[in-house]
């Protein structure tokens, strides 16, 4: 069944040109994703690109231990299969899914010849790769300087802005690992963040009371790279409409 553009709040899908999304629409298939479902694997050829919807995909990195961290979080501002539209045919670093929920597959050999096709569509993900840049220099900016409250604070917004609500569903555990934390960290952080009255965590959930209130926490590293997206896609928005 062919997915209609308005069926989705995939921000890239939307913004592409009637033109452009006819070239991918037919080849794209809505599937459901569970939790810590791969959807890349390091040094491995990329099988799809995935326009995410309700799901939510974490990009990690692997030490030598074999200790991941975070690097880059995605949702229904993006998409995975990035390095297909840099000429790539394998994955970097591993990618899977963070939040279930669904996306739309793209297959990879779609994806490259709908690249080569057209201009505006490789411009429009050229532009979206560039964001992920900024998002991961951001990243490693607030994991390099900043406190345990202000690193949680500022990736739970994250989270945030890619839910339908307020609930997230999280473990301590898993955040412990995206974000190279020790686990009592992240419990002691949490419980500060509550005492603030700007969260509620319960056992594999927490639910964000007082959003403006979290972004103070996040001191100021919370909205460099979420105001350098709406700028590049913007900005892409225009070259698409100049070009038309």
Same mark, same amino acid.
């Given at each position: 069944?062919?997915?209609?553009?308005?069926?989705?709040?995939?921000?890239?899908?939307?913004?592409?040109?009637?033109?452009?999304?006819?070239?991918?629409?037919?080849?794209?298939?809505?599937?459901?994703?569970?939790?810590?479902?791969?959807?890349?694997?390091?040094?491995?050829?990329?099988?799809?690109?995935?326009?995410?919807?309700?799901?939510?995909?974490?990009?990690?990195?692997?030490?030598?231990?074999?200790?991941?961290?975070?690097?880059?979080?995605?949702?229904?501002?993006?998409?995975?299969?990035?390095?297909?539209?840099?000429?790539?045919?394998?994955?970097?670093?591993?990618?899977?899914?963070?939040?279930?929920?669904?996306?739309? !597959? *793209?297959?990879?050999? @779609?994806?490259? =010849?709908?690249?080569?096709?057209? $201009?505006? &569509?490789?411009?429009?993900?050229?532009?979206?790769?560039?964001?992920?840049?900024?998002?991961?220099?951001?990243? !490693? *900016?607030?994991?390099? @300087?900043?406190? =345990?409250?202000?690193?949680?604070? $500022?990736? &739970?917004?994250?989270?945030?802005?890619?839910?339908?609500?307020?609930?997230?569903?999280?473990?301590?555990?898993?955040?412990?690992?995206?974000?190279?934390?020790?686990?009592?960290?992240?419990?002691?952080?949490?419980?500060?963040?509550?005492?603030?009255?700007?969260?509620?965590?319960?056992?594999?959930?927490?639910?964000?009371?007082?959003?403006?209130?979290?972004?103070?926490?996040?001191?100021?590293?919370?909205?460099?790279?979420?105001?350098?997206?709406?700028?590049?896609?913007?900005?892409?928005?225009?070259?698409?409409?100049?070009?038309?």
């Amino acid at each position: 069944m062919t997915i209609r553009q308005t069926a989705t709040t995939n921000k890239l899908l939307n913004g592409l040109t009637t033109t452009d999304f006819a070239l991918l629409s037919p080849h794209l298939q809505q599937r459901n994703f569970a939790l810590k479902e791969y959807l890349e694997r390091a040094s491995q050829p990329i099988s799809c690109a995935v326009f995410l919807d309700s799901a939510i995909a974490s990009t990690v990195a692997s030490s030598p231990a074999g200790e991941d961290v975070e690097v880059g979080l995605s949702g229904l501002e993006g998409m995975t299969g990035t390095a297909l539209v840099l000429q790539g045919e394998t994955a970097p670093l591993d990618i899977y899914i963070r939040c279930a929920g669904f996306g739309y !597959a *793209l297959p990879a050999c @779609v994806l490259v =010849a709908a690249l080569k096709q057209s $201009r505006t &569509l490789e411009t429009r993900l050229l532009s979206y790769v560039q964001t992920m840049i900024v998002q991961a220099a951001s990243t !490693a *900016l607030v994991n390099g @300087v900043a406190d =345990a409250e202000t690193r949680l604070a $500022r990736w &739970l917004l994250m989270l945030h802005d890619r839910s339908a609500g307020s609930n997230i569903s999280v473990t301590h555990k898993f955040m412990a690992v995206m974000l190279a934390m020790h686990r009592p960290w992240v419990t002691e952080t949490l419980h500060v963040l509550e005492g603030k009255r700007l969260i509620r965590s319960t056992r594999g959930n927490v639910h964000i009371l007082d959003r403006a209130g979290l972004i103070a926490a996040a001191k100021g590293f919370y909205g460099m790279a979420e105001k350098e997206y709406e700028r590049i896609m913007a900005r892409a928005n225009a070259g698409l409409t100049c070009g038309s």
